[in-house]
């Protein structure tokens, strides 16, 4: 009688054990690092975090806030100190081109940059040795923007100056290779004039936004696309995400400086419809991401994902620093004018209720 034995069980040896446990790991770090990077991808994933970590190792962004306590005295004098106080850029030989915030006009409502900070950023600029300064705006509501420039005062003013306006949204354009891959376009239409520039100067009014949380520095950078291409009120930047835009636009042509006007702000339901509210402050600053996070403190608003993401969003791809302890602010101590502005309304809450 032939007895049968049961076939051994192989036992895995502690060398296989170890490496499978090392394949695994591997694999679920791909795993995890395919699903943290989505929409950027891996590679960008990877570059967008060396850019993080060796922004973190930099030195402080310097935010100059300084005092201003109305449109009728004189701004250059507070603007030379707030320049002063900061790591300004060269301007000397260079095309300068201020970008303001010039979209609609309402009675007694503080919308558009004022005239008088354009004007001391004019001087300032010609006096620090600019070759050319030019003022430029692409407003997303009104198709001429002629009444708006003499109804605010800016026409005159730029006449008496001999400074040229262009009109961002008529302007000829180029197609510029976007940066950043968030918003899913290879390129973006581009103005000649802002292309063609050596310096842009983004000059915003300190306002809340009932889409963005806040309206600053960064997302006054949407007027720089032509209306002739994406419409008006270029509503496919809205539809392609208000966050990604705004900070694809910021990375692809990024402004080296920030003026902002602080003087008459607007809180509850900006940029157009909310109330005005007096802050008697310029802020500059050429770390953009920097400036609108002070700026957001300013108003009592704490810049994170929930309430101002695009912020967050820049300040996570390494394009500019959030973090108070990474901002170096100069001039007047932001605990001395900061101010608690009633929000803005949140209209995706609100269209909900419908």
Do not use: C, H
């Given at each position: 009688?032939?007895?049968?034995?049961?076939?051994?069980?192989?036992?895995?040896?502690?060398?296989?054990?170890?490496?499978?446990?090392?394949?695994?790991?591997?694999?679920?770090?791909?795993?995890?690092?395919?699903?943290?990077?989505?929409?950027?991808?891996?590679?960008?994933?990877?570059?967008?975090?060396?850019?993080?970590?060796?922004?973190?190792?930099?030195?402080?962004?310097?935010?100059?806030?300084?005092?201003?306590?109305?449109?009728?005295?004189?701004?250059?004098?507070?603007?030379?100190?707030?320049?002063?106080?900061?790591?300004?850029?060269?301007?000397?030989g260079k095309k300068v081109v201020i970008k303001p915030n010039i979209i609609y006009n309402l009675p007694d409502r503080a919308i558009n940059t004022n005239a008088s900070v354009i004007e001391a950023a004019i001087q300032l600029l010609q006096e620090k040795g600019a070759k050319e300064v030019v003022v430029a705006e692409g407003t997303a509501y009104q198709r001429d923007l002629t009444d708006l420039l003499y109804s605010g005062g800016i026409a005159p003013m730029l006449q008496m100056h001999g400074v040229p306006f262009v009109d961002l949204n008529h302007d000829d354009v180029v197609k510029v290779p976007s940066k950043g891959g968030y918003t899913g376009r290879d390129f973006t239409w581009m103005p000649r004039t802002i292309a063609e520039a050596d310096l842009i100067v983004s000059m915003p009014k300190l306002k809340t936004h009932h889409w963005a949380g806040a309206t600053l520095s960064m997302k006054n950078m949407y007027g720089i696309v032509p209306g002739v291409k994406y419409g008006w009120p270029k509503n496919n930047l809205h539809v392609t995400g208000i966050e990604a835009n705004i900070v694809e636009l910021y990375e692809t042509i990024a402004p080296q400086l920030a003026i902002v006007d602080g003087i008459t702000g607007m809180e509850e339901d900006g940029p157009l419809f909310g109330k005005n509210r007096n802050s008697q402050v310029l802020v500059v600053g050429t770390d953009l991401v920097a400036v609108d996070a002070t700026c957001c403190r300013l108003m009592g608003i704490e810049p994170d994902s929930t309430r101002v993401k695009h912020i967050w969003y820049a300040d996570w791809l390494g394009l500019g620093v959030m973090n108070q302890d990474k901002i170096k602010v100069v001039g007047v101590p932001i605990n001395t004018v900061r101010q608690a502005y009633e929000l803005p309304p949140n209209l995706d809450q609100e269209l909900k209720r419908y």
């Open positions: 009688m032939t007895l049968r034995t049961k076939p051994r069980k192989k036992k895995i040896t502690r060398r296989q054990f170890t490496r499978l446990l090392l394949t695994g790991a591997i694999g679920g770090s791909v795993v995890v690092a395919e699903l943290a990077s989505r929409p950027l991808g891996l590679i960008k994933w990877i570059g967008v975090t060396f850019k993080r970590i060796n922004r973190g190792f930099g030195s402080q962004s310097k935010v100059a806030i300084v005092n201003a306590p109305s449109y009728d005295v004189d701004l250059l004098t507070p603007l030379k100190t707030a320049w002063d106080l900061i790591d300004a850029p060269a301007i000397t």
